[in-house]
């Protein structure tokens, strides 16, 4: 892709030209003026005076603020002060070409001083800009670390996987960000019916089983094994918390309801999360607390949610309002319990007691960058932001009370101590998570951001108009947290190719140096880069999870190799109309053939009369098997939805050939 061409207001280009020529020094034996010259004549007045205003309004707003430069207005002011600077130095080497300035030169020395102090002022300011505006770029040069090396341990009923499920149909937003009556969350923007089902197979695809309830069985089975070291899935009584991201909602300024469409955690996914608790996991809607701790409950998520889960629990930072909608809704009652590894805090150790006496905890985050240069953030405006990405590993930031003590150990410096691994760990906060998800309906590029197009695979949203309804519509979900904040951070870097806004010369997305300090830390938590002694209850950490990046077709080192490969594996389910894997099962006597036509895949099968999933046996060759044997397989692709089931009995004599199962 090319790169933009530079932004040049309208008339620019005319204005220099038209300057040029009516400055031309034309000689004359009539000193008279010639009626037919009046353009010129007027030129000369009015385009000097029009660049002289344009330097001088650039100058009084630029050299208090640099990053004033971006702003539209000046944006037009400054080509034609340009032109007039340029003007003024091609009219004054003219003027001292003729002798008889020289002597008004020697005269007006002070006033040329002047003038030329002016110039010189413009041209330093406007170099100061380019070197600001260039520094600021420069803080957003983050590339990746060479690809498929993990660092960690993975965790997970499969190991480090995560799941990428997309239907380009559940999401479809105007872009009309501009609208108050038109918004991202609203109930006609997003198919609730679609995000149930992409959270369906998106759980049942992690925990390779063929039931929602079989995987929830799976989830709290496994997390209770690992962490509890009880042998058991959910118990009636256990409370679940759910930290969803409301960053825009209200920012604890008395607002209630959402007044822009910065992105937030959307209405659909929460309840689609909610809805797969009760009815698949037998929570109880009022054992279920859906929160965030620094922000209100925008009243449109309330009121959604309430419509089909009346009795579903929220909880947010500010004390609850009159003003908001009744229901089950609490303000958060603080309590001390964390502690850090590192940092100085004391507010930051703070939650809410209400998630501190929770037995689980679902990390709702969004898929979202934090940080994008002031200077270039033309739609939503605001600072740069603290450090570098969101997801997971930073949602816990809306958990405690006193988040800005932690800011500066977020923003990037280099190898350092992070208070996100102490907040992953801790024992009543991210440690009690049993399940990563990240929103990936919509999005964003920075904390305050509206929703952001995806232009490259496997989105491949358009973006040259950004009023357009194609969006990331996606749901990731993982049982490892380091793992999927890999994932998100590879698919945010991996858009910011190919996505140069025209306007600014500069890509849409930008990721911010050191974004990944956090995963480093995390993944070699019980010997981390930074040398900090991580420890949690007297005991240092382990690694919380695997880190890698993709390779250039989008693998990581489990895709690669699926047994021996001891990073991540990301699975991606395209739910429109793309094509499923497919498998064949044909049957010789008492020897079995399976096939599957779909390159790339991995058959799995069961002589049990069982549903194969891809913790079933692997086919790696033809087998036999006991007349009257019941043999069903599935083929599985790493980019495709799995196959349907191939089932064939053995007969006591014949051959039987199934055909190909979509």
Not at 207 to 216: F, G, K, V
Not at 276 to 281: E, I, R, S, T, Y
Not at 375 to 395: A, F, H, P, W
Request: hydrophobic share 40%; aromatic share 10%; charged share 15%.
């Amino acid at each position: 892709m090319q790169p933009a061409a530079p932004f040049t207001p309208p008339g620019v280009r005319g204005l220099e030209n038209y300057m040029r020529q009516g400055t031309r020094c034309t000689c004359s034996s009539n000193s008279g003026t010639n009626p037919g010259s009046w353009r010129k004549i007027l030129a000369r007045v009015w385009a000097p005076f029009l660049g002289f205003a344009a330097l001088l309004w650039f100058l009084i707003r630029v050299v208090p603020k640099p990053s004033r430069a971006s702003y539209p207005c000046q944006r037009v002011a400054f080509p034609i002060a340009s032109a007039f600077i340029l003007w003024l130095a091609g009219s004054l080497a003219s003027a001292f070409a003729f002798l008889r300035l020289r002597e008004w030169a020697r005269r007006s020395r002070y006033a040329v001083v002047a003038i030329g102090a002016a110039a010189a002022l413009a041209v330093g300011v406007w170099f100061q800009h380019s070197l600001s505006s260039q520094a600021a770029v420069n803080g957003f040069t983050w590339t990746p670390e060479a690809a498929n090396h993990p660092i960690g341990v993975a965790r997970g009923i499969n190991p480090g996987r995560v799941v990428l499920a997309r239907d380009p149909l559940a999401a479809h937003w105007s872009g009309n960000y501009t609208s108050s009556l038109d918004n991202w969350w609203d109930a006609a923007a997003t198919d609730q019916t679609r995000v149930d089902t992409m959270l369906s197979l998106a759980l049942r695809k992690l925990t390779s089983t063929t039931t929602d309830a079989n995987a929830w069985n799976a989830i709290f089975g496994y997390y209770n094994r690992t962490h509890r070291s009880l042998n058991r899935g959910y118990q009636a009584g256990e409370i679940i918390a759910i930290k969803i991201n409301l960053n825009n909602s209200g920012a604890m300024t008395g607002g209630t309801e959402k007044l822009t469409n910065a992105i937030d955690a959307s209405p659909q996914t929460v309840l689609a999360v909610v809805d797969q608790l009760v009815k698949n996991a037998g929570v109880p809607a009022e054992d279920i607390i859906v929160y965030d701790a620094r922000r209100y409950i925008y009243g449109d998520m309330l009121r959604y949610v309430w419509a089909s889960q009346p009795n579903a629990r929220f909880l947010q930072g500010p004390p609850v309002l009159s003003s908001q909608t009744p229901g089950p809704l609490e303000s958060a009652n603080f309590s001390k319990v964390l502690t850090f590894s590192g940092g100085s805090y004391n507010l930051a150790r703070y939650i809410p007691a209400q998630i501190e006496t929770a037995t689980y905890l679902v990390n709702l985050a969004l898929l979202k960058a934090h940080a994008y240069p002031a200077q270039y953030s033309t739609m939503e405006g605001g600072g740069d932001g603290v450090t570098g990405i969101t997801l997971c590993g930073k949602n816990h930031f809306g958990s405690v009370e006193g988040t800005s003590e932690m800011h500066d150990d977020a923003r990037p410096h280099g190898v350092h101590y992070d208070p996100r691994v102490d907040l992953a760990a801790a024992p009543t906060l991210g440690a009690k998570t049993i399940l990563f998800l990240l929103d990936a309906l919509y999005g964003g590029r920075k904390y305050n951001s509206f929703p952001i197009h995806l232009p490259n695979p496997p989105f491949n949203n358009p973006v040259s108009v950004y009023e357009n309804s194609k969006w990331p519509s996606s749901i990731l979900a993982s049982l490892d947290g380091v793992a999927i904040d890999s994932v998100g951070l590879d698919i945010l870097y991996s858009n910011s190719k190919n996505n140069v806004d025209p306007n600014t010369g500069v890509a849409r997305i930008l990721i911010e140096n050191n974004a990944d300090n956090y995963l480093h830390e995390m993944a070699m938590a019980s010997n981390p880069p930074s040398g900090t002694v991580y420890a949690q209850g007297g005991k240092r950490l382990p690694s919380l999870g695997v880190h890698e990046h993709w390779n250039s077709a989008r693998q990581y080192s489990r895709n690669l190799d699926h047994i021996y490969g001891t990073g991540i594996e990301l699975d991606y389910l395209p739910l429109d109309q793309s094509p499923t894997a497919k498998s064949a099962i044909s049957i010789s006597g008492t020897t079995v053939h399976i096939s599957t036509a779909t390159s790339n895949s991995r058959i799995f099968y069961t002589v049990n009369g069982a549903t194969p999933t891809d913790h079933s046996t692997l086919y790696t060759a033809p087998f036999s098997a006991a007349a009257g044997t019941t043999v069903k397989a599935i083929a599985v692709n790493d980019n495709l939805r799995d196959s349907g089931v191939a089932t064939a009995k053995i007969p006591v004599a014949n051959t039987a050939v199934l055909a190909e199962r979509p």
